[in-house]
């Protein structure tokens, strides 16, 4: 396996079709006819003596051989193409583009209305928006499946940067004649009050319910949902209080028959972070994309 009877684009090759999990897939982000990926495929499995990926359903998934490969080979190939994207500007108005962002469902409604907007005299550029667990943002972050991930403050190594986008402070929606709200939500009848909570938990408390026990005290949850706008649709529709992020809040109430209170405690407002992995933090296309995130902010 000399490296001078291996060409260097292959590699290329191979770590597209890996992020891409598709031979068309990676046909289309390489500029590519599929039959040249295949055929660059079919040289990399003479090459290593190795299917390197075998085909399950509509995914090309790798073997374990190419799983080492790959891990071995991406950190030197990250360092070959950032030199090479150093001394090349990129120009979003001429040149084609896709990036993938994970955002959870509420900041898909407060951020890609506003970045859209942005990118608007920009029609090379596509955007892919995509729900990763958590416990995955960092592998797809490193593999390049990710370019992005905004998300609440979460614990990551040294390899993934990060940086606040944004506070967001708690408020409460409750439907327009509610019987607790008249003369303004003190504690008491916040608490008296029963609610609904949003989670992807099926147990466990909220961020407000934390702080409610610090004051010795605690809330009635009526009803435990997985998404903000089935919640607000109850709350519109029933006497239910929510607790929500204010920045969704205020799109919900453009169209919604609700108030949007003050909270009666000085509850934690949520704190919104931007996510990258650092090997690709130079790349003038992922600065480009990074600085129009942090302006729309």
Known sequence: ??????????????????????LTRAARALHLTQPAVSHSLSR??????????????????PTPLARRFLESMRPGLTQIQ???NQFHA??????????????????????????MGRLESYPELEIVSQRVPRRDMETQLAAGKLD?????????????????????RLVVLARKGHPLTGGGLTLDKYLEAKHVLVSSRSEGPGIEDFELSRFGVQRNI????????A?????????LLLTM??????????????????????LPGIDVHLYWHKAYEREPALIWFREQLASIV
């Not at 204010?246 to 000085?266: H, K, M, V």
């Open 82 to 84: 950032s030199a090479v």
């Open 1 to 22: 396996m000399a490296l001078n009877r291996l060409d260097l684009n292959l590699l290329h090759v191979f770590d597209t079709i890996y992020r891409e999990g598709s």
């Open 231 to 239: 919640a607000c649709r109850v709350a519109e529709g029933t006497d």
């Open 222 to 229: 009526r009803l435990r949902c997985q998404h903000y706008y």
């Open 148 to 168: 992005f991930a905004v998300d609440v403050l979460l614990p990551v190594s040294n390899q993934t940067g990060h940086e606040l986008l944004r506070h967001d």
């Open 245 to 266: 992020p204010e920045n969704y809040a205020r799109i919900i109430a453009e169209r919604a028959d609700i108030d949007i209170l003050t909270t009666p405690a000085d």
């Open 90 to 115: 990129f120009d979003p108005a001429n040149q084609r583009k896709t990036y993938s962002l994970a955002l959870r469902d509420i900041l898909e409604s407060t951020f890609l209305p506003k970045l």
């Open 44 to 61: 990399l499995r003479e090459h290593f003596d190795d299917p390197l990926f075998s085909r399950q359903g509509n995914q090309m998934v």
